[in-house]
């Protein structure tokens, strides 16, 4: 199993990224997919999942309306659209997936304790986003 995050970079206030996650070793339609992101000083902390079987949607609170994910499952992929970027959003975004799903949407969601987060199958090695003007 394999994750590969891509398309972090430095964006002014109010810009936009794509991240992507390509994962390799297993069939991303069966699992649920989640992003997280650790600032500098913060605690990592989950931003979005997806059921890429259905297409349900979980998004933390600091990124409703702003951020978007989606799976594109012929090419094994998971997207982050993030728009109306902030400063505060500035930090190392992983995405993440678990042989358990529902381990998985309890850890982005914070229903799980934050320790289950540690324990999930397998990260990416992360990107880093930056906003600053």
């Known amino acids: 199993v394999q994750l590969v995050e891509s398309g972090g970079g430095s964006v002014q206030p109010g810009g936009s990224l794509r991240l992507s996650c390509a994962a390799s070793g297993f069939t991303l339609n069966d699992h649920v997919m989640g992003w997280f992101r650790k600032a500098p000083g913060k605690e990592r902390e989950g931003v979005s999942c997806?059921?890429?079987?259905?297409?349900?949607?979980y998004y933390a609170d600091s990124v409703k309306g702003r951020f978007t994910i989606s799976s594109d499952n012929a090419k094994n992929t998971v997207y982050l659209q993030m728009n109306s970027l902030k400063p505060e959003d500035t930090a190392v975004y992983y995405c993440a997936v678990d042989s358990v799903p529902a381990k998985l949407w309890g850890a982005v969601t914070g229903i799980a304790p934050k320790s289950v987060s540690n324990t999930l199958d397998a990260w990416g090695q992360g990107t880093l986003v930056t906003v600053s003007s």
């Open positions: 997806i059921v890429s079987s259905d297409g349900s949607t």
